[in-house]
Nanobody, 124 residues
Framework: QVQLVESGGGLVQAGGSLRLSCAAS????????IGWFRQAPGKEREFVAG????????YYADSRSGRFAISRDNAKNTVYLQMNSLKPEDTAVYYC?????????????????WGQGTQVTVSS
């Protein structure tokens, strides 16, 4: 398994931006996909974005492909989620997770390593 630590959450006004970071413990991530998920109070966890570590290919939940961008820094073993034009409905705990060998999945059950989460609150 991979140890993941998220950071960068906080309180922001609607229309603002945040960049979340996910620092990973491994130095090599062959066949790994790193995903961002979020869970709002009273709602189910949902997929936000993912990146294939080896190729850099990215994929998004359809509703967020325009405002959110996922990227990676190989040298820092870190994946980022840039979130722009934030809305109050983006308020949630954001988690990063790692999946190995299962392709570009959006299913949380395909990810077997999870971080502790970071709170994002967007005020109106």
């Amino acid at each position: 398994q991979v140890q993941l630590v998220e950071s960068g959450g906080g309180l922001v006004q609607a229309g603002g931006s945040l960049r979340l970071s996910c620092a990973a413990s491994r130095r090599t991530f062959s066949r790994y996909v790193i995903g961002w998920f979020r869970q709002a109070p009273g709602k189910e966890r949902e997929f936000v974005a993912g990146i294939d570590w080896s190729s850099g290919s990215t994929y998004y939940a359809d509703s967020r492909s325009g405002r959110f961008a996922i990227s990676r820094d190989n040298a820092k073993n870190t994946v980022y989620l840039q979130m722009n034009s934030l809305k109050p409905e983006d308020t949630a705990v954001y988690y990063c997770a790692a999946s190995q060998g299962l392709g570009l999945s959006q299913r949380g059950t395909d990810f077997d390593s999870w971080g502790q989460g970071t709170q994002v609150t967007v005020s109106s």
